[in-house]
């Protein structure tokens, strides 16, 4: 059973627009999530994170937003620009066992012209 | 240059080959983390050193060995594989996790065909 789910295996956007990529998760135990990139052949890049103390964390054209109550987050990328196309993959850890960080599967995010 | 550099970049080995991965890591961290990523599923933790001291295991077949000689180093020592075994194995590197949620940091893999 997933515990971190991405249910969108793929997302195209227009460049310039808003790019929005949702994840759910289980475990209430979780206290720690992250956005990393991957590009083909390269591994994950780490992109941003999010404590559960806090709801939006903002970095540059990344923002990302946690709903505890819904167990939901999503990463939001504005304006959308063509290197952003990759794959994005959720993640969360549990201060209990924070070196076990649970993987999504994945959304792969292609901008469009 | 992500600062964790993973060789070789690609393997090819029979069923009764030994090999080893090999990983490194310039960022001054303390914990390494081999994974494993298959077609079609989320990364999977195999195994998480925290100052050169293995700290899980998440139930991986002994055909793969691990061994971290200093908190810069990490190996995945490989033998008698199986097909199934075919895979991207990542490694990453990250602060103390004992500390607190700390980030990953990966290298880009060895992608490994069984044959």
């Known amino acids: 059973d997933q515990q971190v789910k991405q249910n969108s295996p793929s997302l195209s956007v227009q460049e310039g627009r808003i790019s929005i990529l949702n994840c759910d998760y289980t475990?209430?135990?979780?206290?720690?999530f992250l956005w990393y990139k991957k590009y083909p052949a390269e591994g994950p890049t780490f992109l941003i994170s999010i404590s559960s103390i806090k709801d939006k964390n903002e970095d540059g054209r990344f923002t990302v937003f946690l709903n505890k109550s819904a167990k939901h987050l999503s990463l939001h990328i504005v304006p959308s620009q063509p290197g952003d196309s990759a794959v994005y993959f959720c993640a969360a850890s549990a201060r209990s066992s924070a070196s076990k960080i649970i993987f999504g599967s994945g959304t792969r995010l292609s901008i469009r012209p | 240059e992500t600062g964790v550099t993973q060789t070789p970049r690609h393997l090819v080995m029979g069923m009764t080959n030994k090999k080893s991965l090999k990983c490194e890591q310039h960022l001054g961290h303390n914990a390494m983390y081999w994974y494993k990523q298959s077609a079609k599923k989320p990364l999977e933790l195999m195994f998480v050193y925290n100052f050169k001291e293995q700290t899980e295991n998440n139930s991986v077949p002994s055909r793969f060995s691990p061994e971290c000689p200093n908190s810069s180093h990490l190996f995945l020592h490989l033998h008698t594989l199986q097909p199934e075994d075919s895979a991207l194995y990542l490694c990453?590197?990250?602060?103390?996790?004992?500390?607190?949620?700390?980030?990953?940091?990966f290298g880009d893999g060895t992608r490994l065909s069984i044959l």
């Open positions: 475990n209430s135990m979780f206290d720690y």
């Open positions: 990453a590197s990250s602060q103390d996790p004992q500390g607190g949620n700390q980030p990953q940091h």
